[in-house]
């Protein structure tokens, strides 16, 4: 009875004095609205194609296209023919009865409806470029002329609606049967430095162009057990969505071209010069630095010459989902070689004049470490070749081959914004091939996936930049990467609502896409790492799920599902805040009271007691609690010790421990309530700082779990032998909070704007 009676004592003396919260009654019912009830509505029912694990099901499936083409670049017209043909293998367990191809081009069509898909007038600011293809020129001439499509030599019926072509096949394409059938096609080559486009050609002051040519082909779009046809149209934000397939292509580009793509070159030697072919091979055995292919005094004079003869590169690829390829007389090129345990993969940099001294410094350095270290997340990269290529104004990606931006002063001078803005912008483009090129999303749908992913990717890999190469960050501490730290997204987070979508948004319905699918998703991934879930148990999931959905098809729920099942972590409160509304987060330190312990009966513990059936405080033996602001605090309780205050305490403590026992138990000093408040949306842990009169700190993490009862408010009893004197919540801003201003208690007193300018002259 005594252990009982104490019991219910400790009870009502940590539980209901210190954190009791008194909540409103509710009038009539409600639905669960608990931010940490499972996401059952908002995610598709699991099946026998995609698991309740997030892993593929037993009877996942996928289709496949190969490809053999022969490609024509007119230099002199900026112009594309080609003639392809396509076997389409139907995997899925459906009959089709028509085939869906991608016209993208078509997007660059003079009437193309893509161009009046916004609405809005002048803008305030404008890009050159876009002022000028807006308002000072003529529309280009754009989109694919499809000239034939057949099958077997005869005409097959195709529809075309803006960047989709229907093909009729002559009878239904059964489940695991294939059919063939050929394009002949041409189209006018955009100047991506006037039309801003994700490929196109650049006239470099010598009148030389540059190409760098993509989505130059019709291709085939993906049949899925998710979407069925993804043949949503192309409209100019949501990328992409393509099956896997083999290549077999030819291409024939003036004779003094340097060209490299997607794939392996498979006649080096005809292609090569002899000294280039034997740079190649040395090249293939440099760990260490890159080895020039063709040198800038070569490129140069190449370029003074304007060949009227041809040559034809050939190009195979294995199960990859695209194809690009990059064309110029005014190439610089080198490479190095990066191992891995089951291939030898070259790192290869392409570059006009135009970039150096930055190219040849930094480019191929970047690639490497984006391979070492996006492998070391994920898997080890499958490709034979990871090529970087220089193109201005540019940021765009394909299996195998890249194009890039971060263009040196006219006299090889730059800024260490351009330098790097060069340096991300490679290490974000080469790592897209694991992100769609392999782990292959749709993007056309599901922007984030491919650019959140790579963003956060990025960021891990530009640290280990920094690490690895300190002369290249000069003074900086770590590597200053634009995006993934906290604190780079709290603007956008914290900005107007009427502009901000949820990440669980198509790129075509996005106000801002740069924060919705890039910022915001690798800032939470981020933080998942690093405050969630730990960086041990988080990177073994997102390993996980890399490898389960290589050279597949995932979709958001594979990925979520897969973070959850690889590591026993309920994560469904954090999609939901961070991926499926646009809250923000937002945890102050309301309140903190210092308590004294007595015997003496409160008016509140008379209170608490009878919520309990205690009518009659005289029938148990009970402590109570008081701060000095209440009606019942005696001012002769301060000084005195916890046993002192309290006979009852000293009386169980007596009763009920032997003395080896007690001299193990620690009398605290001091007894604090602290009140935490949450005007944020999302729940987040409460990382706490407590700082105490000795000028010693102490850091704890309250798990996110703690707002699952009370959305707005919790509280916390505090015993300690130190006299707290300051109270910081995200001391180490990991969290995105949008306001630190309450993060503090006692509360941080705002520098004036004359006062900040005090400061930042002292400074």
Same mark, same amino acid.
């Given at each position: ?67 053999? +083409? /022969?490609?024509?670049?007119? #230099? ?43 609405? $809005? ?18 529309? *280009? ?26 093909? #009729? ?37 010598? @009148? ?7 989505? *130059? ?18 409209? %100019? ?33 005809? !292609? ?47 199960? !990859? ?22 291939? /030898? ?47 201005? %104004? ?37 790592? =897209?091939?694991?992100?769609? +090129? ?35 960050? @000069? ?58 879930? $730990?960086?041990?148990?988080? #990177? ?31 994560? /469904? ?10 809250? =923000?987060?937002?945890?102050? !330190? ?22 309990? $059936? ?11 609690? !008081? ?27 007596? #009763? ?108």
């Amino acid at each position: 009875m005594i252990r009982f009676k104490y019991a219910l004592c400790a009870i009502l003396f940590l539980s209901v004095s210190l954190g009791y919260a008194q909540e409103e009654e509710r009038e009539g019912g409600h639905e669960n609205g608990n931010k940490f009830r499972q996401l059952y509505n908002e995610m598709s029912t699991p099946n026998s194609y995609r698991t309740a694990s997030g892993a593929p099901g037993h009877e996942y499936y996928q289709n496949e296209a190969d490809y053999k +083409m /022969d490609i024509q670049l007119d #230099d002199a017209k900026q112009r594309i023919t080609g003639y392809e043909t396509i076997t389409y293998k139907n995997n899925s367990p459906d009959d089709l009865e028509y085939l869906w191809v991608q016209l993208d081009q078509n997007v660059r069509a003079s009437d193309s409806p893509a161009k009046e898909k916004n609405g $809005g007038g002048v803008g305030a600011v404008s890009q050159p470029g876009t002022f000028v293809s807006s308002y000072m020129s003529e529309p *280009f001439d754009g989109g694919f002329n499809v000239n034939q499509v057949t099958a077997n030599g005869k005409p097959l019926k195709h529809t075309v609606n803006f960047t989709m072509m229907r093909v #009729d096949m002559p009878t239904a394409l059964k489940s695991g049967e294939s059919f063939e059938f050929s394009i002949q096609w041409d189209y006018n080559i955009p100047n991506h430095t006037i039309n801003r486009a994700r490929s196109g050609y650049e006239i470099y002051n010598d @009148g030389n162009n540059g190409y760098i040519i993509a989505q *130059f082909f019709p291709r085939m779009a993906v049949y899925n057990d998710v979407e069925g046809w993804q043949n949503y149209q192309f409209w %100019g934000n949501g990328e992409f969505a393509l099956p896997f397939g083999d290549y077999e292509v030819n291409i024939t580009v003036p004779a003094d071209h340097l060209l490299d793509g997607t794939g392996e070159i498979t006649n080096l030697k005809d !292609v090569y010069s002899k000294e280039e072919y034997k740079r190649w091979e040395r090249a293939k055995k440099s760990y260490d630095a890159p080895v020039i292919i063709r040198t800038q005094a070569e490129a140069e004079q190449i370029a003074t010459g304007n060949s009227t003869k041809t040559k034809t590169w050939k190009l195979e690829a294995q199960n !990859v989902r695209d194809f690009a390829f990059t064309s110029s007389r005014r190439y610089i090129m080198d490479a190095q070689a990066v191992r891995f345990p089951e291939r /030898d993969v070259m790192a290869i940099s392409i570059y006009p004049p135009e970039g150096n001294p930055l190219w040849e410094e930094y480019s191929t350095k970047a690639i490497v470490q984006t391979l070492e270290t996006y492998s070391k997340f994920t898997f080890d990269y499958p490709y034979p070749k990871a090529i970087s290529v220089h193109a201005k %104004g540019q940021g765009m990606e394909y299996p195998m081959i890249c194009w890039n931006y971060g263009r040196p002063n006219e006299d090889g001078t730059y800024s260490d914004r351009t330098k790097y803005g060069m340096i991300s912008v490679i290490i974000h483009e080469v790592g =897209h091939n694991y992100f769609p +090129m392999i782990v292959n999303s749709d993007e056309r749908q599901w922007g984030w996936m491919d650019e959140g992913l790579d963003t956060f990717m990025q960021y891990l890999t530009e640290q280990e930049f920094g690490e690895n190469f300190p002369n290249a960050i @000069g003074n900086n501490k770590a590597y200053p990467s634009r995006r993934g730290a906290p604190s780079k997204i709290v603007n956008y987070m914290k900005g107007n609502q009427d502009f901000i979508s949820p990440i669980m948004s198509n790129p075509e319905n996005v106000y801002q896409l740069g924060n919705n699918a890039y910022g915001k998703p690798a800032t939470a991934l981020n933080i998942l790492r690093e405050t969630i879930m $730990g960086p041990e148990l988080f #990177d073994h999931a997102f390993k996980t799920y890399s490898q389960r959905w290589m050279f597949k098809h995932p979709t958001p729920e594979d990925f979520f599902r897969t973070m959850e099942d690889a590591s026993a972590v309920d994560l /469904d409160w954090y999609w939901r805040g961070w991926f499926y509304s646009t809250e =923000h987060v937002d945890i102050g !330190v309301k309140e903190v009271k210092s308590y004294y312990i007595t015997d003496k009966v409160t008016k509140e513990g008379k209170e608490m007691l009878a919520r309990f $059936g205690v009518t009659d405080p005289s029938t148990i033996e009970a402590i109570y609690v !008081v701060d000095e602001d209440s009606e019942d605090f005696d001012p002769a309780l301060k000084g005195k010790s916890m046993m002192e205050n309290s006979p009852t305490l000293k009386e169980y403590l007596m #009763d009920n421990f032997t003395p080896e026992e007690r001299a193990k138990i620690n009398e605290p000093k001091h007894l604090y309530k602290i009140v935490f408040e949450k005007p944020g949306g999302i729940p987040m842990p409460i990382i706490v700082e407590y700082e105490y009169a000795d000028g010693t700190k102490d850091k704890v993490t309250y798990p996110a779990q703690v707002w699952r009862k009370n959305d707005s408010e919790v509280s916390k009893a505090i015993a300690s032998d130190k006299e707290i004197v300051k109270v910081t919540i995200d001391p180490d801003l990991e969290t995105a909070d949008i306001d630190t201003d309450n993060n503090s208690w006692p509360k941080a007193k705002k520098l004036g704007k004359f006062q900040k300018f005090k400061e930042n002259v002292k400074g």
